[in-house]
């Protein structure tokens, strides 16, 4: 009896050993921390400014968990490599232009849905991406930069964030 | 605990569980004096581990033996109904068993539920100021109903001898009386009424579940409140997306912990048996709870895919961080974990051919299983790697160039469903292993048995290729329920089809109960090991969904504690949560087999 419990004991902690070296050997150590404002300057250079938009495409703003960086089957929101271009033709065709499209993508994506695609985006200038009004411009310099022409500017594209903003009843 | 009238036991019971709240209230009132106020932004800090790890390990405790005190009732109850049917008196004590394990249990939870309802105002004071602004009223209702739970308890415990006398004084002294119809009608009602109390213990602790549910699902997937997070709606605040399906998940999860614990009590009290008898029982106690455990456990993926859908349909990129993010390598562990416990239970069924005469002529079945679970699992472990960085993702892509298509849910889906497929199939075996067909149709029954089986897995597969060349949405919402449909077909046309094809069929031999080599027993405590690790694991995940938020989106935390720690951290927390819960569940282990043993010399005496 006492043989049994023995090793059971064994089994017990074993097992125990066994998924704590796994978690700490074999899984990747990293952390998780919250993300940081990033500080834009005024009369930030347009390749500055994409830069940072990239930066907060693949950090903070979680875009690449829904946009694939090339289009693939199945894929859950519109692929990156060609999405400036897109901007172009569809900002054309709704009558807007590039800017205005762009910035109501961003902060009230609800809108308009890209056709083949749901309506599964939350608003960036909301909890819980709460994006500043110079991180929007600079995520969105990097979305026209993918085969589009950069037209924004910071803090010259402000007003028209902000008519996008009031239009979507957000302040 | 020991046996006790039924007043005197209902009353000790509640004494016993006021003292324990009342001392955590005590205590509150008198540390929120002593201690310094807290700190600007609503936080103190616990010495040496700091705030949220002793958080984590006091809450994830409370939860096992929660999760353990609330789903055993569902089964101990209705295997109370079944022994009652079916009159037999071994149901009865296998039901009565489970009930002593809960009731017992029951302090430990309170102690647990104390400790925490201490820490939690004390360390987190503002954040729990907001949830009683919010919720407030659910968890004045939750007393009042964690009370009327406490009553039913200790009630359905204490009365169980009461209310089946009755039937024993009768059986044994008079058989005709028993059978006259005047008797039968009072048995059916003491003990009907019995398992009437075991059906409202089971509501109030669903009860209960809901309750605590509406709180994770608000701090989760918020609702009712506005963008300052004023309330707006408390019906909304409570109906959250994740509300409901939480709540189904954790009541199912429930039933597979609860009767893991129960298989692995069973299993501890097989190695310390010291008569055949004993023996006997509680190979068929562990058999019993093992097969529950496990039978449960089949519709976990249908209920966290449930789960899933409404994290996602609340906030996509909450859903796809939780998926295939951060906690991508976590799901990795989750596939070793259930994966290792589908090779417990598949090599304890293996091993039960054994005790079942006729058994060997399975055992050439056993290798396809085996090859069935090694595919699965090796799929199953390959992580949906969505790029964690910058500089990764211009690298590889967004998923890894050639691990990336086994690592979508496509493909793990299937998967899961035919690892599932393949170890019902080891529970059918040995479920008709001593048994032969003797109906004029075996033949054809065995050709339909072999076309569900092929027909399923087929039809799973081809459904997990296809679902590769359509849009997110058809395989979310269309392909991978029909997946699940299929497999779930399969069981329930092979259940049923084996209960006709065998009714009457010629028994080779009567199951050896107690006759199974000690390794066996390993098997199912290993099984409940990992049940525990996987718990604390996916607690941690469920919460840190939230990632820096107290409540998503509406109340930051920003305590020095507001980041997701390393995989390798929160593996050292889940251990200690872990060994720590098994250390007290052996501690109920070893009063109940204390107390029989009291008993025992008592009625010697």
């Known amino acids: ?171 | 605990m020991a046996e006790a009238g039924v007043k005197k036991g209902i009353l000790k019971g509640i004494l016993k569980f006021t003292a324990i709240l009342g001392a955590g209230f005590i205590i509150l009132a008198v540390l929120k004096n002593m201690l310094a106020a807290p700190s600007e932004d609503g936080y103190r800090f616990f010495p040496l581990i700091g705030s949220r790890d002793w958080i984590w390990i006091v809450a994830q405790l409370h939860l096992n033996f929660a999760a353990f005190v609330l789903g055993v009732p569902i089964f101990a109850v209705a295997m109370e109904f079944m022994g009652w049917r079916k009159n037999d008196d071994r149901l009865d004590r296998i039901a009565y068993d489970f009930t002593k394990l809960f009731t017992l249990a029951y302090s430990v939870t309170a102690v647990m539920g104390s400790i925490f309802l201490v820490s939690l105002p004390l360390l987190y004071p503002k954040f729990i100021d907001y949830m009683m602004k919010i919720l407030g009223p659910t968890w004045w209702l939750y007393l009042i109903v964690m009370y009327g739970e406490v009553f039913v308890c200790y009630l359905y415990f204490y009365s169980w001898n009461k209310l089946r006398d009755e039937k024993w004084q009768r059986t044994a002294t008079d058989t005709g009386a028993f059978l006259s119809g005047v008797n039968w009608q009072k048995r059916m009602s003491r003990k009907g009424l019995h398992i009437a109390l075991g059906v409202l213990l089971n509501i109030l602790g669903a009860t209960l579940l809901l309750i605590t549910s509406s709180w994770v699902g608000f701090m989760t997937t918020p609702a009712g409140v506005n963008a300052d997070g004023e309330l707006v709606s408390r019906w909304a605040a409570i109906h959250t997306h994740m509300w409901l399906p939480l709540s189904i998940h954790r009541f199912v999860a429930n039933i597979v912990f609860g009767a893991g614990i129960a298989a692995a009590y069973a299993a501890f009290r097989f190695i310390t048996a010291k008569t055949d008898e004993e023996r006997a029982y509680f190979d068929w106690m562990g058999y019993t709870s093992a097969i529950i455990s496990i039978g449960a456990s089949l519709l976990l993926p249908g209920v966290g895919y449930l789960l899933g859908v409404e994290i996602y349909s609340f906030n996509e990129q909450m859903g796809i961080q939780l998926m295939g993010g951060f906690f991508a390598w976590l799901w990795v562990m989750q596939s070793i974990m259930i994966g290792a416990i589908l090779f417990f239970i598949n090599y304890y069924l293996w091993i039960s051919l054994q005790k079942m005469p006729g058994g060997e002529r399975y055992y050439k079945y056993v290798k396809f299983i085996f090859i069935s679970l090694v595919i699965g699992y090796v799929v199953w472990l390959i992580p949906h790697d969505v790029a964690l960085s910058l500089e990764e993702a211009r690298r590889t892509g967004t998923y890894h160039p050639a691990l990336g298509k086994l690592g979508v849910m496509a493909a793990k889906n299937t998967a899961v469903i035919l690892s599932y497929l393949a170890t019902f199939l080891s529970f059918a075996i040995f479920r008709m292993s001593n048994k032969e067909a003797t109906v004029s149709w075996a033949a054809k029954g065995n050709k339909a048995r072999m076309l569900i089986i092929v027909g399923s897995v087929v039809g799973v597969l081809a459904i997990g290729i296809y679902s590769y060349y359509v849009s997110a949405a058809v395989r979310v919402k269309v392909l991978s329920p029909i997946q699940f449909g299929i497999f779930f077909f399969a069981l329930v046309a092979l259940y049923v089809l084996d209960s006709f094809m065998y009714k009457g069929a010629r028994i080779i031999g009567e199951p050896r109960w107690g006759k199974m080599p000690e390794r066996s027993q390993y098997a199912l405590i290993a099984i409940t090991v990992t049940f525990t690790w996987l718990m604390g694991m996916l607690g941690y995940m469920r919460a840190g969904a939230r990632q820096y938020w107290h409540v998503y989106g509406i109340m930051k935390n920003t305590s020095p504690d507001a980041y997701l720690p390393t995989h390798g951290y929160a593996s050292i927390i889940v251990t200690i949560v872990t060994l720590l819960f098994l250390l007290l569940i052996s501690f109920v282990f070893w009063s109940i087999m204390k107390l029989e043993q009291v008993l025992g010399e008592r009625k010697g005496s």
Do not use: W
Request: hydrophobic share 40%.
């Open chain 1, 1 to 171: 009896m006492k043989k049994g419990v023995l090793k059971l004991a064994i089994i017990v902690i074993g097992l125990n050993l066994i998924f704590l070296y796994i978690g700490l050997e074999f899984l990747p150590q990293s952390e998780s921390r919250p993300p940081k404002v990033i500080k834009i300057e005024e009369g930030i250079s347009p390749d500055d400014l994409i830069h940072v938009g990239e930066e907060i495409v693949f950090g903070k703003g979680q875009c690449m968990v829904c946009h694939p960086a090339k289009p693939e089957t199945g894929m859950r929101a519109p692929a990156m490599s060609d999405i400036g271009a897109a901007i172009e033709k569809e900002a054309r065709e709704r009558g807007m232009t590039a800017e205005e499209y762009v910035f109501e993508a961003l902060v009230n994506p609800s809108k308009y849905i890209v056709k083949g695609f749901e309506d599964s985006m939350s608003r960036v200038d909301k909890s819980p991406t709460s994006l500043t009004d110079g991180e929007i411009i600079a995520v969105a310099a990097y979305l026209q930069s993918h085969g589009g022409k950069v037209t924004l500017s910071y803090p010259g594209s402000v007003p028209i964030l902000k008519d996008q903003i009031a239009k979507s009843g957000g302040k």
